[in-house]
């Protein structure tokens, strides 16, 4: 079961109003913006997945500084490159609409800020979160002294266990108290 | 379970695979280090694995998955500058414990499938058992709470390492059992993908076919099967409507995607207030102007014609409209029995009786009263949420954590202002970084006094000013009271000069409005403040004062002076006349701020590039803008009671605006480079909204219609002592009419008359209010207690790392020792 190019049937659009925190209108939207992605030979084939530089191209993904973890962690696909269905489209868009949940969301943004997948934020994935944060221009950049103070500090503030490494809980726990996270982790198309 | 985990099995790469991988996770440590022990004592068929284990054990790189903490428990390499490393970690750990680590559960509990199902499995059967009991907790989000966060967040581990498909089929079968609704909560709350999802969402509904389609179900079960599916289906379709008529979504985005959630905040509080305005216009429309304009009352015979001033002044033509409470009888409205033969007089009061009537002074004040009642409520809910969203419960401050994990906007788009807000995100982290680790500078007592004094001065000046204007308005209204008074007495006026001489007082109070804060942002700019948040509350508070002041000022004038005397300025209705003086304000400070932003801004935005040189364009001061839309708002609610029309007015106004803000950020303006905490700023601006704003109107009109004796000669509360007295006219007639409804009458003399009711009820909220505050007293000491133990199960948890990492050292230094005996021999 997937989406044609042609058409989203009713069926399919109410599995997925149930599923996800999108809209009728929505998830209309998002097929029409993933159909104008496939390439035009695969336009017939059902459950096509698009490569991660054509999912790049959007404007609304194209300056993020994160877009390419987002492919990634979104992606189902098995060999790993970060390509989108149609299906993991509508993921990502669920989980940064206005309407998932605080769980989903810290959920997904950890897995995003995980730079390296192995289920925690160590010290070279804060190191390259906040660089992507900071632009990585050499005058935006930290310097070697502060970024090791901001990561002790940032470590002594959140890791709660004193492993070294903050991990999912830790993280939601520190999102929970910042009440801007809701309204600046969603992406509207 | 000792299955799950071989030292004979080859090891990927360095000995890591990523926690995704199934195998290998759900260990206990316990097991495992008995294992070790007992292989350790038969050594013979593990010698040529422990060679390859051993080569392996040395490998110092193990992939870029490692951190090298000073205070980590994995510390591989020691650090150059020869900070202190834990004594314990010196050696490098070997792969059996490196995998045991990288898939401990903790790490793997937003990765692995297992877990998430075993987590929602155990989420689910809570929800179960306590539907049957009492009704379920709905908010399973992860609030400050921590007794709410304990739910449901048991040990995904008790189950044990089953099988995947047995907790898929665990998960399916307490699905099953749960509500539709709760269901569907469920699923999607899931952070599993679509596609997985699916498959749940199909082994659910496949089980529930057998049941459905039986006959042997009653037809009502059935019955209340295709209600539940309609009400959902009806639901959807009214989410979907609501979101299609999403007002000015387009535009929205696009000033979200380029200056970010702070300049979007102030939008998205235009559209609130567009709908407090349209829904005071909804009922003053139904209940007061449509009755009105279908039974028109006669009109005096002196009707001005239209004038283009009238438009400003509001006076004139417009003084007999439907705009202005003059214009509103005061009799029960009938319709009239035309087309009915009169056979007999008895039959015309039966013809009157059977007709619906309508009590016009009743319906107004309940009408009024009611819409103000409504707005507070909603006021408070949204006040009351929003605060709940941005209270932080236990005292530590993690700024730093929370700034670098939730500080980057996903909804900005646009290339040049994603640099911009890296750029600020630097600056920012730099400026929290300093004030964290600084220890705070010991300023001399010179310095310090002269810090003081700068702040004093000021103040003095802000404090000056704003008695300034206070002063002026005050003595300018009264000059404009006596010159009105003067030409009352005059014979032949040219009335359009009258009218233009009214529109005096607004523009100096917009003018006023638009020059001190301007003086504001330069006493500020003397001083320094250390942190920037507090610049910005010490500046929101001078604005306030100012326009708290002025208000209070004019709230004086209109119904200390011209209320009190009408006959002085040769007025028949002071209502009409205090609406119309509302009606002036709000189209001068519409008019003011419209010059403003269309002038204003581009000459600023000309002036700071061309002739100060600066690259950037001026920033949207947000702060001020919110506060002269409530000041506007303030002024729509005192309006209310005396022009039922003007919400309408204030409809157009806010929508031009829109446009008109929009433009014009677009072109001249950049975000604010000062950190924005948006919540937090929102929260204080509904809260300003509810509370000198709105209180103070409410405060206004209730004052009016208790004490204030209306127009004898027009308006639907003539010939009555005080407003309110007309609520209390129509209990007294239901009692007349019928003995029986004596109870309201008592009711009502006795709750809304008499002040005890109202004083036992402040006592009882206040009772309230501090029962909660000892709640979350008691809760910030439990969060304290868990942190500490959560600290102590990190050290249990180094202890048995360590434990594991030297019963390996131990059976590999026998190893040893036995093939060196081995070669020796």
Redesign the interface.
């Known amino acids: ?1 997937g989406a044609t190019a042609s058409q989203l049937d009713k069926g399919m659009l ?8 999108l ?4 998830i209309l939207l998002a097929h029409k913006r993933f159909s104008e992605l496939v390439p035009k030979e695969e336009i017939d084939r059902i459950n096509c997945r698009i490569p991660m530089s054509l999912i790049l191209t959007l ?2 993904l ?5 877009n390419e973890r987002i492919c990634k962690v ?1 992606s ?1 696909s098995d060999i790993k490159d970060g390509s989108l269905s149609f ?2 489209f ?2 990502l868009l ?1 989980a ?1 609409s206005d309407s998932a ?4 969301k ?6 995003i ?1 995980d730079f ?5 934020l ?3 994935d ?1 190191e390259k ?2 660089n ?6 050499d005058d ?3 310097t070697p002294d ?1 970024m090791r ?2 990561i002790d ?3 002594e ?2 890791d ?6 903050v ?3 830790e ?11 809701v ?6 198309l | 379970m000792a299955g799950n985990f071989d030292l004979n099995q080859p090891l990927v790469g360095a000995g890591l695979e990523s926690p995704a991988d199934e195998e290998g996770v759900h260990v206990s440590f316990n097991q495992l280090i008995a294992e070790q022990c007992q292989a350790g004592e038969r050594l013979d068929g593990f010698e040529l694995q422990q060679l390859d284990e051993e080569s392996r054990d040395y490998v110092a790189e193990l992939g870029s998955g490692f951190e090298s903490s000073g205070r980590g428990l994995y510390d591989i390499e020691s650090d150059d500058d020869g900070r202190q490393t834990d004594p314990l970690v010196s050696v490098p750990w070997s792969s059996a414990t490196m995998k045991i680590l990288s898939s401990m559960p903790s790490r793997t509990i937003g990765r692995s499938r297992g877990a998430i199902l075993s987590q929602y499995y155990n989420k689910t059967l809570q929800l179960r058992r306590r539907s049957q009991s009492r009704p379920s907790i709905r908010d399973f989000s992860h609030s400050s709470r921590p007794s709410i966060r304990g739910y449901g967040m048991e040990v995904d581990v008790i189950d044990g390492p089953q099988s995947e498909m047995e907790k898929s089929e665990r998960l399916v079968n307490n699905l099953q059992n749960l509500s539709m609704g709760d269901r569907m909560k469920m699923l999607r709350g899931m952070p599993l993908s679509v596609v997985e999802k699916k498959e749940l969402r199909r082994k659910t509904l496949q089980r529930d076919k057998p049941l459905t389609s039986s006959s042997k179900i009653p037809c009502c079960s059935q019955l209340k099967y295709y209600i539940i599916i309609a009400v959902r289906h009806s639901w959807y379709s009214w989410l979907s409507f609501l979101h299609s008529l999403q007002l000015w979504q387009f535009l929205l985005k696009r000033v979200g995607g380029r200056f970010g959630t702070g300049v979007l905040s102030y939008f998205l509080f235009l559209k609130t207030l567009l709908f407090f305005n349209v829904f005071l216009f909804l009922v003053t429309f139904l209940f007061l102007v449509l009755p009105q304009a279908m039974h028109p009352p006669e009109l005096p015979e002196e009707r001005r014609n239209f004038t283009g001033l009238d438009l400003i002044s509001g006076a004139g033509h417009f003084t007999d409209t439907l705009m202005y409470y003059g214009y509103y009888s005061n009799f029960t409205l009938r319709r009239s029995c035309a087309g009915q033969h009169n056979t007999s007089a008895s039959s015309a009061p039966d013809c009157l009786s059977k007709r619906l009537s309508y009590n016009m002074s009743l319906a107004y004040f309940f009408t009024i009263g009611m819409s103000f009642f409504i707005t507070c409520i909603i006021l408070v809910y949204s006040m009351s949420k929003s605060f709940g969203r941005s209270f932080r419960i236990d005292k530590s401050y993690s700024i730093l954590a929370m700034k670098v994990f939730s500080s980057w906007d996903f909804k900005v788009i646009k290339k040049s202002s994603v640099e911009l807000m890296s750029e600020n995100n630097c600056t920012q982290l730099k400026e929290i970084l300093a004030e964290v680790v600084q220890k705070k500078e010991k300023t001399g007592p010179c310095q310090a006094l002269w810090r003081l004094m700068v702040h004093g001065l000021a103040w003095a000046i802000c404090i000056g000013a704003t008695a300034g204007c206070v002063i002026s308005v005050y003595f300018f209204s009264e000059f404009m009271h006596k010159d009105l008074q003067r030409t009352a007495r005059l014979a032949n006026t040219n009335p359009l000069l009258k009218e233009a001489s009214l529109l005096a007082l607004p523009a100096l109070v917009s003018l006023l409005n638009l020059l001190l804060p301007g003086l504001f942002n330069l006493a500020a700019w003397m001083e320094e403040y250390h942190s920037p948040s507090v610049r910005t509350y010490v500046a929101l508070g001078r604005n306030l004062m100012l326009k708290v002041s002025v208000l209070a000022v004019l709230c004086y004038h209109w119904l200390g002076r011209v209320a009190a005397k009408p006959s002085d300025i040769n007025l028949v209705c002071w209502e009409t006349f205090v609406g119309q003086e509302l009606y002036r304000f709000l189209i001068m400070d519409f008019i003011f701020t419209l010059l403003n932003t269309l002038f204003g801004e581009l000459l600023w935005r000309l002036f700071s590039q061309r002739v100060l040189g600066r690259g950037r364009k001026p920033a949207f001061d947000i702060a001020r803008n919110v506060l002269d839309l409530i000041y506007a708002q303030t002024l729509a609610w005192i309006g209310v009671l005396f022009s039922p029309l003007l919400p309408a007015v204030q409809i157009l106004k806010l929508l031009l605006l829109f446009y008109v803000k929009v433009s014009s950020v677009m072109m001249n303006c950049q975000a604010p480079r000062k950190p924005y905490r948006v919540s937090q700023m929102t929260t204080i601006f509904i809260t300003l909204l509810c509370f000198p704003s709105f209180l103070g109107a409410s405060v206004c009109v209730t004052y009016t219609m208790w004490s204030i004796p209306p127009s004898t000669s027009c308006g639907p509360f003539r010939h009555l002592g005080t407003m309110f007295q007309a609520g209390k006219r129509w209990v007294q007639e239901l009692e007349k009419n019928n003995p029986d409804l004596s109870v309201v009458a008592k009711v009502h003399a006795y709750l809304v008359e008499n002040p005890f009711f109202l004083f036992v009820g402040a006592g009882i909220f206040l009772i309230v209010i501090y029962f909660y505050s000892q709640v979350v007293d008691g809760q910030r000491k439990v969060i304290a207690l868990l942190q500490e133990h959560i600290e102590k199960e990190g050290v249990d948890k180094k202890y048995l790392i360590t434990q594991l990492q030297s019963v390996h050292e131990r059976k590999k230094g026998i190893s040893r020792r036995l093939r060196s005996q081995d070669s020796g021999c």
């Open positions: 079961m109410s599995e997925y109003q149930e599923l996800t925190f809209t009728k209108q929505e404007p609304e194209k300056s993020n500084p994160f979104f189902t299906d993991d509508l993921d669920s940064f949940t605080l769980e989903i810290s959920h997904y943004a950890f897995r800020f390296d997948d192995d289920g925690t160590g010290r070279h804060l979160l906040v992507c944060l900071t632009g990585g221009t935006t950049n930290l502060e103070q901001l500090n940032i470590l503030e959140s709660i266990d004193k492993d070294g490494t991990n999912l809980s993280f939601q726990h520190v999102i929970s108290r910042s009440p801007d996270f309204s600046s982790f969603k992406i509207v």
